[in-house]
């Protein structure tokens, strides 16, 4: 199907709703073609291992689940390998069915997350799976199992048999199921043939096979190359978590319905079979297609670290990060801290790195040039080093930008090391090569950090098991792994669809972990230009701080500090500051230990929203410092505790400046940048001052001479003129529906839905505005991608305000309605900037004087000037529907600051 945007709007106000918060809407008419075509993306093949250079490892590629003890026959059928999953409820009623590869003989199967996670309505009890026997009859019900590890980004799950239908335990050792092979989905073609396998919700209750050609890929933000494998093979509901397979029978992708990245929306979906049994074929029951229209698969690439991670033992449980303030043990500063084991600027050949074909030192730099594509070239060093601190520059000379490149560390052999790698593309990846064989750490994973075609230094800290990854000073990852514990150092490049590919490597530097590190402050606000906000000397309490004690827990002011005291160990206390939500701050303040042991915790929080989700940036008396976050009461440990000489100990004043800006966090104490991170979990909230104990209680922290500055994004100027991030409905929004709409706030969320087709509606702030930023999170939770929405200002009444608008499959523009007229300033135009498939987006509209700029996720899409309507005027968030309606938008972290 083509995809419409709207050209001309006929207006209408619906009377059946109240406008306590600016609610408008509007019918849609005249139509006229998207000016721009879809664009699809090139694949990422990975490379291959049967290369000829001897001296190179191949550039990882995610391992296989165990195959078949024998090759697949052409056209071979694996109908036994293929599974039926039913969601049980309370009751151990059946809800909803989908599909299943099993992939381990001891009960693994692959699926999609939403076949077995619970939606907003129903939560799953429980999980039935049932075998396939034969080809002419119904599957049957077996096992019940339990979803053992899920990514619901990619919308993959893996689930694990547990026991009987009777709840006796299952002993693995003998289960002996039959495996499904994993194929690669890197190298299947255009037009190739494939066929879908699967239990769907027409056919029937038996096992149902649809055929068709690979019919494109295309790509989706934050995944490398593949992102899905479009097909002419229907799909239809039921069918998700099933089995893509090619001529030979291996699982190439897992179908799924829940967006594809393509052109279109589904098509000739209707709904013509009972396929829930209920006796009634009504709107609860699956979409059926009934045209030969594109669908989708996850390539099973994308699932194989998932697949690792289950087999390694890594359960849900397992998976939920660690509590934020989990007991630590003291750190020890090695007596030789930051002392250089290694350095080279490669301004002469120091005679000590491997040099082969394609390798050059000379221009003061270490060229490197794979000639031939999906090849590679490496060379490393001697020495043993075990814990280091290792960095190097990195350039890109020529070539294609989908390459990569980066750092060997604990190398043993050519077939036991780690490599720590980026693209020119944006993406970095972590992995491992052990007796020869290749699995992932940290799979491709996308970052704005990296300086796309461009210089950037990269660096890999190994301590022990612990290994932090950094981009340009900072921290974008961290995992651990004990399979080496020293070896060589070293510099790796690899090609992939495409040859000549050029790297220069510079200023190798290694050292001891621990010392300062000589990296840049970050970009972001300007320190500089930043607006001071607020100040605090607490020469007298200010009642904007909840200084309430008890719960062994004390709060106060006195002699001009400011002091928390926890009586109690393992007990996280802090104390806030009420103001509006802040996004981009810097906090500075003094601190200092007045009583209670070393090993403690005390610092600065930011977006705090509530005691479920802040960031806390901490150091301890013992000289260590950490970065975490919690998120809806879950707590991740985003640079895990270090230690460093920087940080005076024991009593000690230590001058802590916090900057939460965009997404980099960064910590400095005593004006010495300790670390930085990138982490998009929290957009804004309050700021506080926190402590916490460990083993033993009776800690005091003081804090003194406060600072709080705010710039940028939506702090700038006079700061947060108003905000909500929809914990309630204070600021009455309004709430009700309608036959073609609907407002709820509802979980920390605002939902807006237009139910009908060729419809807009808006809420706003009912108040009036001059020059303002507005920002908010928006969310797309159901319906099809060809849609609209974004933020208003400049409103003066339901016939004249702006409109910046982007839409589900990636378009933006620019609208104005003068006197009911509408009239397209910036006509739709497309940008990779913008999430699909259901990801958030940060949309931030400046509207300044005559200025009309937008900008989403950090990238600015247009900055324009018009002054056909007043300077001021309220301002909120809008949506509207194309040819079909059903779309519903999640909005939150509202906020209006002032642009001057």
Same mark, same amino acid.
């Given at each position: 199907m083509t995809n419409f945007k709207t050209s001309f709007i006929l207006l209408i106000l619906l009377a059946s709703i109240g406008i306590s918060c600016g609610l408008g809407s509007r019918v849609t008419g005249e139509e006229e073609p998207t000016p721009? $075509?879809?664009?699809?993306?090139? =694949?990422? #093949?990975?490379?291959? /291992? $049967? &290369? *000829?250079?001897?001296?190179?490892?191949?550039? #990882?590629?995610?391992?296989? =689940? #165990? @195959?078949?003890? @024998? @090759?697949?026959? &052409?056209?071979?059928?694996?109908? /036994?390998?293929? &599974?039926?999953?039913?969601?049980?409820?309370?009751?151990? /009623?059946?809800?909803? *069915?989908?599909?299943?590869s099993i992939i381990s003989a001891d009960g693994y199967i692959l699926t999609n997350a939403h076949v077995v996670l619970a939606d907003k309505y129903y939560d799953v009890y429980g999980l039935l799976v049932a075998l396939t026997g034969a080809e002419d009859e119904p599957p049957k019900p077996t096992y019940q199992a339990e979803t053992i590890i899920f990514d619901e980004d990619l919308d993959l799950a893996i689930i694990r048999v547990v026991t009987d239908l009777d709840g006796n335990s299952l002993d693995y050792a003998v289960l002996n199921l039959p495996i499904l092979e994993l194929g690669n989905s890197d190298e299947v073609g255009l037009g190739a043939s494939l066929r879908i396998i699967g239990y769907p919700g027409i056919g029937g209750e038996t096992i149902t096979l649809t055929g068709g050609e690979v019919a494109g890929f295309t790509s989706e933000t934050g995944v490398k190359g593949r992102a899905y494998i479009k097909t002419s093979a229907t799909i239809a509901g039921g069918n998700s978590g099933g089995a893509g397979i090619d001529a030979e029978g291996r699982l190439i992708g897992v179908p799924t319905q829940l967006g594809y990245g393509g052109d279109d929306d589904i098509v000739d979906c209707r709904v013509l079979a009972d396929t829930n049994n209920d006796g009634v074929v009504d709107g609860n029951d699956a979409c059926i297609p009934t045209g030969g229209f594109i669908n989708a698969l996850r390539p099973i690439n994308l699932a194989k670290p998932l697949i690792q991670r289950a087999f390694g033992g890594e359960t849900m449980a397992q998976a939920t990060p660690s509590p934020t303030e989990a007991a630590r043990e003291p750190i020890s500063l090695p007596d030789n801290a930051g002392q250089v084991l290694f350095e080279d600027d490669f301004s002469t050949d120091k005679g000590v790195w491997g040099v082969i074909d394609n390798l050059s030192i000379k221009d003061n730099q270490f060229s490197f040039r794979v000639e031939e594509a999906s090849d590679y070239i490496w060379s490393t060093f001697g020495g043993d080093y075990d814990d280091v601190d290792y960095q190097v520059d990195t350039r890109k000379l020529g070539g294609p930008d989908n390459n990569s490149f980066g750092q060997i560390f604990r190398f043993q052999d050519a077939d036991n090391f780690y @490599?720590?790698?980026? *693209? $020119?593309?944006?993406?970095?990846? &972590? *992995?491992k090569k052990e007796d020869g064989s290749w699995s992932t750490l940290i799979p491709w994973t996308a970052s704005p950090l990296i300086n796309k075609g461009g210089e950037n230094q990269i660096a890999v800290i190994a301590q022990s098991d612990q290994f932090s990854f950094l981009i340009n000073g900072v921290q974008v990852d961290t995992t651990r792994d004990s399979s080496f514990s020293g070896g060589s150092l070293g510099l790796l490049v690899s090609s992939y669809d495409e040859a000549d590919v050029a790297i220069a490597f510079d200023n190798v530097l290694v050292r001891v972990p621990g010392g300062q590190r000589e990296i840049a402050a970050p970009t972001g606000m300007d320190a500089a230009g930043a607006a001071l906000t607020f100040q605090d000397d607490f020469s007298s309490p200010d009642p904007n701080w909840n200084l309430e004690s008890g719960n062994g827990v004390e709060r106060g002011v006195e002699d001009g500090e400011l002091s928390l005291r926890v009586v109690d160990a393992q007990t996280d206390a802090w104390s806030t500051y009420s103001s509006a939500n802040l996004s981009d701050v810097i906090v500075e303040v003094d601190a200092r230990k007045a009583a209670g042991p070393d090993m403690n915790n005390y610092g600065v929080l930011c977006r705090y929203k509530d005691p479920d989700n802040f960031y806390f940036l901490q150091l301890g008396s013992d000289g260590t410092y950490a970065i975490s976050r919690y998120l809806d009461g879950e707590g991740k440990m985003l640079v895990d505790w270090a230690k460093s000489s920087a940080i005076n100990t024991g009593e000690g004043v230590n001058h802590i400046r916090v900057e939460c800006v965009g997404n980099t966090l960064s910590l400095y104490i005593n004006d010495t940048l300790l670390t930085s991170v990138v982490d998009d979990g929290l957009h804004q909230g309050q700021i506080a001052l926190g402590l916490g104990t460990y083993d033993e209680g009776n800690v005091e922290i003081r804090f003194d001479n406060l600072t709080l500055k705010t710039s940028g994004g939506s702090v700038s100027g006079g700061g947060v003129l108003f905000a909500d991030d929809f914990a309630n409905n204070a600021a009455e929004w309004t709430e009700g529906a309608s036959d073609n709409s609907r407002y709820v706030i509802e979980d920390g969320e605002y939902y807006l839905s237009v139910l009908s087709d060729q419809y807009m509606i808006w809420a706003r702030s009912n108040q009036d505005w001059e020059d303002v930023i507005v920002e908010v999170d928006a969310r797309q939770v159901e319906g099809p991608a060809d849609n609209e929405y974004g933020l208003i200002c400049r409103y003066q009444d339901a016939d004249n305000f702006y409109q910046l608008s982007v839409s589900g499959d990636g378009f933006y523009r620019l609208v104005m309605w003068s006197d009911a007229a509408f009239q397209e300033l910036l006509p739709w135009e497309r940008s990779s900037a913008i999430n699909q498939n259901g990801e958030t987006n940060r949309l931030r509209a400046v509207c300044d004087g005559s200025r009309l700029s937008l900008a989403v996720n950090g990238q600015t899409l247009f900055d324009l000037t018009d002054a056909t309507l007043p300077l001021n005027g309220d301002a909120g968030m809008h949506l509207g529907t194309f040819a079909e309606g059903g779309v519903t938008l999640a909005f939150d972290d509202f906020a209006i600051s002032n642009a001057q």
């Open positions: 721009l $075509s879809r664009l699809e993306a090139t =694949a990422t #093949p990975a490379p291959t /291992e $049967s &290369v *000829s250079t001897t001296e190179a490892p191949p550039a #990882p590629t995610p391992t296989s =689940a #165990p @195959a078949t003890p @024998a @090759a697949a026959a &052409v056209n071979r059928l694996p109908i /036994e390998s293929i &599974v039926q999953i039913w969601t049980l409820d309370a009751d151990g /009623e059946l809800m909803w *069915s989908g599909s299943g @490599a720590y790698e980026i *693209s $020119s593309d944006g993406f970095y990846l &972590v *992995s």
